[in-house]
């Protein structure tokens, strides 16, 4: 069975400054793994996903991950945090064939002016 | 415009009263799934369609039907809903293939009384 773990239900940052959201997640065989974004009242919108290859992906936004296989992190991360990055973020898993998608309990990102 | 879309976007019945929440995606997704958000749970997935007439329970299907007829539809049926089915509501779609992001409607709204 997947599983994926965001241990912070809340993250405040300043505007201007680095941002971290955490993401660990346990797979059998090799993840597939994404991050989403989610504004009130809307669906999620893909940010960024990791199938293979460089371990620092880039996404939307000016948003980023880096891929850690050994610790199984996929921690989100954007150098200077705006106040619009505030949202909701989730980190997904989904299996090879495609089928089963198993996200985090989300995380809140609030950036302050 | 690429999108998913979901009707309606709010519902208040009562315990009993079948109800079908719609969704049809214009981007010719072979993949369709269905999610409820809940506080605090994240995400969980209640029924998937990898194609036409083909359907897999997620994680929590009980109390939910779905059918998969047509391509661009995939309808979730609540044949006797009752309160533990207040949720909020998202149909996503995809390519297939694990490394496919998923699109998301805005989300359904049901509040079962």
């Known amino acids: 069975a997947q599983s994926v773990a965001q241990p912070e239900d809340q993250v405040n940052v300043a505007e201007g400054n680095p941002l971290t959201v955490k993401c660990t997640y346990s797979v059998s065989g090799n993840p597939y793994l994404f991050w989403y974004v989610q504004y009130p009242n809307r669906g999620l919108q893909f940010l960024l996903k990791y199938i293979t290859g460089d371990n620092l992906v880039k996404g939307s936004y000016g948003f980023e991950a880096e891929f850690n296989k050994s610790q199984t992190s996929f921690h989100l991360k954007k150098p200077s945090a705006l106040v619009s990055d505030s949202a909701l973020y989730f980190c997904a898993v989904r299996d090879t064939n495609a089928g089963k998608s198993t996200f985090g309990d989300g995380t809140t990102l609030t950036v302050k002016p | 415009e690429a999108q998913v879309t979901q009707n309606p976007r709010y519902l208040i019945t009562v315990t009993g009263k079948k109800l079908t929440v719609t969704c049809s995606q214009n981007?010719?997704?072979?993949?369709m799934s269905w999610y409820r958000q809940d506080p605090g749970l994240g995400l969980r997935q209640i029924y998937y369609?990898?194609?036409?007439?083909?359907?897999d329970k997620g994680d929590v299907p009980e109390g939910y039907k779905v059918s998969r007829k047509e391509k661009r539809n995939f309808p979730l049926i609540l044949e006797s809903p009752s309160p533990n089915q207040t949720s909020l509501y998202f149909c996503?779609?995809?390519?297939?293939?694990?490394?496919?992001?998923?699109?998301f409607g805005d989300g359904t709204r049901l509040s079962i009384l």
């Open positions: 981007m010719n997704h072979e993949y």
């Open positions: 369609s990898m194609n036409v007439e083909v359907t």
């Open positions: 996503a779609s995809s390519g297939i293939g694990g490394g496919q992001p998923q699109h």
